[in-house]
Every structure is written in structure tokens, then in C-alpha cells.
């Protein structure tokens, strides 16, 4: 099927296009940016196939008219920078979000949409983990804007029929993140041997998922999943940032203590919505016969090399 993809140069979009852009049809949208993110596509033939669009702008009537599903990957996603100016993140997440309803709203193509957003709409949780029925309480503007976005794209299925999954992601890691995230963070410090930053306490505590489970994971609920429900795409694995700290420098070699190469950074001003622990419980995506493929270990292992060899792109 015609399978247009927003945010197809983004960290997510882009991992999709390369798991799923050989033998089939995507309309790739990314909006005009630095052509360092081009390289997220090089290992396709989709980088001549982009169509430059800015959704909260341009129109897109012929977009989505080409188009039989629409995976919606596109947004502005880093809290840090929402908490310093949240604007962009409103004009992005819920202008070029609602846009894109209206849009698939009034194409006659569109048979199913996949709306990627994050375990942070829930906000904290201290002990257990939050169902697909939570209630939603963010803690930041980034997070609130995909809230906002989740609810627009909600009441786009009751009112008119827009047959939307929504699909909840924990942290997602794998090569090609944007270099102000935490694994490419890290890595970048322990390569020119200083300390790596670790927010707060370092007791922070965050279940991790491969970008290629949840790309698989968004196929699979394209196919099976329940148009108007929510699912939680998640492993079951949780870190503390010190250990995944610890995890980054095992990785790279270095095998002494582990707290002589870390320095504490305080979040007060800096991310003063910075939520000490998030949960997602995957009883429900499980059941639909998913499971997450890649151990833990060995793909923040196999990722931290990947960033290790690839240095134009962790110091670019």
C-alpha cells in the first residue's frame, strides 16, 4: 500500500523508511532541514523520492491524496528546548498534527494512520506501570503537546471516522539519534575522555526500546491493531541513568569504576519538568502477538560502537 511517512528524516521516520522502503511505495514528507539528517536515508533510494513540506504551513491535499495509510512520525521532540520556547513545539506537535487530520479527513484514500507518541503524555510514575487507560498528566510543554496531539487525533476517530492508532513509545535508542540525546551524549564524552553528565541523582529511571523493534511494532499494529486504541510499545527493561551511564563506558572499553568518569548535573534549571521515572505496561501490544527482539544489552552495546565508529555524525 501508498504509504506516505511524516518525519521522514527524523530519528523514527527515517529508520522506517530504511526497514520498510525496499519493495514498497513511501511518499516521504520531511520538512527543509540540515542535510546531515540526507545521511539517515543514504542506504535507500528515497532521499531523490522527499517531498518538502512543512505541516503546520503547506498545504497537503495532494500529500495525503497519494496516499492509502500515513504513518505520522513528524514532531519537535527534545524537552529541553520545549521548556525554553515551548511555541515551536505548539506550531509543530498541534498545528502541523491537526493539519494533518484535517487533511486525511478529507481524502477519500487513507484507510489507516499511525500516530507515534511518547509514555511522557502519562508524566511520572513511581511504582508499577501505566496502562493504555492512564490518565493523561504532563510535565513538560514537549509533553503536552503530544498529549494535545494524541487527543486531537482521539476525537478525529470518534467524530469522523479517521481510522488513527495511537502507539506509545518509551525511550527509543538506535543509530542516527540526534546528538544532543543521551547515548550520543555520553559517547561523545567518554571519546574525548571527560566526564559524562548525568542529570540530577542519576536515579532517574527510564525503560529503553531499539528503534527497529518499534518500527516493527508500528507495521505490525498497522495490520492488526484497532483503529481508535492506544498501544504501549515498550520493553520490559528499566536503567537507572547511572547505569546506563555505566552500560556507554563498558561498551567503549573502560571497565574502572565507573563513578570517576561520571559528573552530576543539576536539572532544577535546566529541565525543572524532568519526571523521575517512567512505565509502560505491554500486556495489551503483546497479546496482538509483538514482542521487542533486541536484548537490552546488546543493542545499547551494538549502538554504542555504531556512534564510537561513526564520529561525523556523533561530533557533526
Known amino acids: 500500500m501508498r ?3 511524516s518525519g521522514a528524516l527524523g530519528f523514527i521516520g527515517s529508520a522506517y523508511c530504511r526497514a520498510f522502503g525496499t519493495g514498497r511505495e513511501l ?33 497537503l491535499t495532494d500529500h495525503v491524496a497519494d496516499a492509502e ?27 502541523g ?3 494533518l487530520l484535517e487533511a486525511i479527513r478529507k481524502s477519500r484514500t ?39 496531539a494524541d487527543a486531537l487525533a482521539q476525537s478525529y476517530f470518534n467524530t469522523y471516522g479517521v481510522r488513527v492508532i495511537i502507539g506509545r513509545a518509551e525511550n527509543v535508542y538506535g543509530p542516527f539519534q540526534g546528538r544532543e540525546k543521551v547515548i550520543p551524549t555520553f559517547v561523545r564524552a567518554a571519546l574525548r575522555r ?6 540530577g541523582d542519576g536515579k532517574h529511571r527510564r525503560q529503553w526500546i531499539h528503534v527497529d523493534d518499534v518500527v516493527r511494532a508500528v507495521e505490525h499494529l498497522l495490520d492488526v491493531g484497532t483503529p481508535g486504541e492506544v498501544y504501549h510499545v515498550a520493553g520490559a527493561q528499566e536503567l537507572e541513568n547511572l547505569e546506563l551511564a555505566q ?41 496482538t502477538g509483538w514482542t521487542p ?23 557533526g
Open 27 to 59: 511518499i516521504p514528507l520531511a520538512r527543509m532541514s540540515s542535510n546531515r539528517f540526507l545521511d539517515r536515508l543514504a542506504t535507500t533510494d528515497l532521499i531523490g523520492k522527499v517531498r518538502w513540506v512543512d505541516l503546520a504551513r503547506d498545504d
Open 69 to 95: 495509510r500515513v504513518v505520522h512520525f513528524a514532531a519537535k521532540t527534545f524537552v529541553d528546548r520545549s521548556i525554553s520556547d515551548p511555541s515551536p513545539f505548539i506550531e509543530s506537535n498541534v498545528v
Open 110 to 148: 487513507v484507510e489507516r494512520v499511525w500516530w507515534q507518541s511518547t509514555d511522557e503524555v502519562y508524566g511520572a510514575i513511581l511504582e508499577g506501570s501505566y496502562t493504555e487507560d492512564a490518565r493523561l498528566n504532563p510535565s513538560n510543554p514537549y509533553a503536552a503537546t503530544k498529549a494535545a
Open 247 to 287: 552500560h556507554v563506558l563498558l561498551a567503549l572499553g573502560i571497565t574502572d569504576d565507573y563513578h570517576r568518569h561520571v559528573r552530576f548535573v543539576s536539572d532544577h534549571d535546566k529541565r525543572p519538568g524532568h519526571d523521575r521515572r517512567y512505565a509502560l505496561d505491554t500486556t495489551k501490544v503483546r497479546a
Open 97 to 99: 498534527s491537526y493539519r
Open 293 to 315: 527482539l533486541v536484548p537490552l544489552d546488546i543493542g545499547l552495546r551494538d549502538v554504542v560502537q555504531w556512534y564510537a565508529d561513526r564520529r561525523d555524525w556523533t561530533f
Open 3 to 5: 504509504t506516505l511517512v
Open 194 to 199: 571527560e566526564s559524562l553528565p548525568v542529570y
